[in-house]
């Protein structure tokens, strides 16, 4: 039998965790165990200069990545492939953090790039669904930044945009509900950071396939198609299509909802109430960016790229 394998994220917004036996076939995985964590590592950074991840931060993230540590021996992983993203990437006081990680549970995390994120999340997102021509475009919506990859006539681009759920609700959505004022200047730096971000590989405005991951994108999965708490897994929502008009639906219902109301609604957990507004904001105006009418979710992602990508090397 295979070895066991897991890859680790440390996100903006959450920490996350699989662990998965390579199976038979060349990039298929088995999964036995999937992980997630908020951290919240934001948390405070945009009232303040100083751009280290606080120290309640680092504190709530060991904690989580002690539990981790509990599933890998549960497990007995051979292998773990861990990985920094989002706001870890430059704050001054990374490799404090992951020297930290590594003194206090033996796990090693490597900050990555977010051209190295868009890659490695294409790669675990278009594996899953089968995608293997153009045109398409991956974007992954994250806490702190969104990824995106793109394939059009033959040419890849990777490009990671200052565009995170956590974020943008720190910087934009000052009141509870935001005002009309908050909502049309966050689309308009949506759409000004789109239009910066070099996207503009030819074809790649025009889409017939753009595919959406991250945990906002799950999140409206979950809330248009009623899948229960329990249901929520790669086999279930992998494939999913959510159309843009119903994206631009669901926003105008729970735009004017205060956090307390929007704690109530089916299938959005009280860790991303409080961001789910200007994340399904962010998707609906990449999706009026690459002239989509709808998309296709993935909840296969960074954490599958990771395995995939390691599975057709050293890993065996």
Do not use: W
Not at 41 to 53: T, V, Y
Not at 120 to 135: S, V
Not at 168 to 178: A, E, I, M, V
Not at 195 to 217: I, K, W
């Amino acid at each position: 039998m295979s070895r066991v394998h897991a890859s680790i994220d440390i996100g903006t917004h959450t920490a996350r965790l699989l662990i998965a036996r390579k199976c038979g076939i060349p990039g298929h995985l088995m999964p036995l165990a999937r992980k997630r964590a908020y951290i919240r590592l934001a948390e405070g950074l945009s009232q303040s200069e100083n751009k280290d991840i606080p120290s309640v931060a680092i504190d709530r993230t060991l904690n989580v990545l002690k539990n981790f540590s509990g599933y890998l021996k549960r497990f007995r992983v051979h292998s773990v492939n861990a990985v920094a993203t989002g706001v870890i990437r430059e704050a001054p006081n990374r490799d404090q953090f992951l020297d930290r990680i590594y003194e206090e549970t033996g796990i090693r995390v490597r900050a990555i790039t977010g051209v190295e994120e868009a890659y490695l999340t294409a790669k675990g997102a278009l594996q899953a669904l089968n995608i293997h021509t153009d045109p398409f475009a991956v974007f992954d919506l994250g806490g702190g930044s969104t990824e995106f990859f793109i394939g059009s006539e033959g040419t890849r681009v990777a490009r990671s945009v200052p565009l995170g759920a956590m974020i943008l609700t720190k910087r934009y959505f000052g009141s509870d509900p935001p005002g009309e004022a908050e909502v049309e200047a966050l689309s308009r730096h949506v759409d000004q950071c789109l239009l910066d971000a070099d996207l503009n590989v030819p074809g790649a405005r025009d889409l017939s396939l753009l595919v959406g991951t991250g945990g906002t994108v799950a999140t409206l999965a979950v809330m248009l198609h009623g899948i229960p708490s329990g249901d929520i897994a790669a086999d279930r929502i992998n494939g999913l299509l959510l159309k843009r008009r119903q994206i631009e639906a669901l926003f105008s219902e729970i735009r004017n909802m205060s956090l307390s109301e929007r704690l109530k609604l089916p299938g959005l957990d009280k860790g991303r109430a409080d961001v789910i507004l200007a994340g399904c904001l962010t998707v609906i105006r990449i999706l009026y960016f690459f002239k989509s009418l709808q998309l296709k979710v993935s909840l296969s992602d960074l954490l599958e790229g990771i395995l995939v990508e390691s599975s057709e090397g050293e890993i065996k």
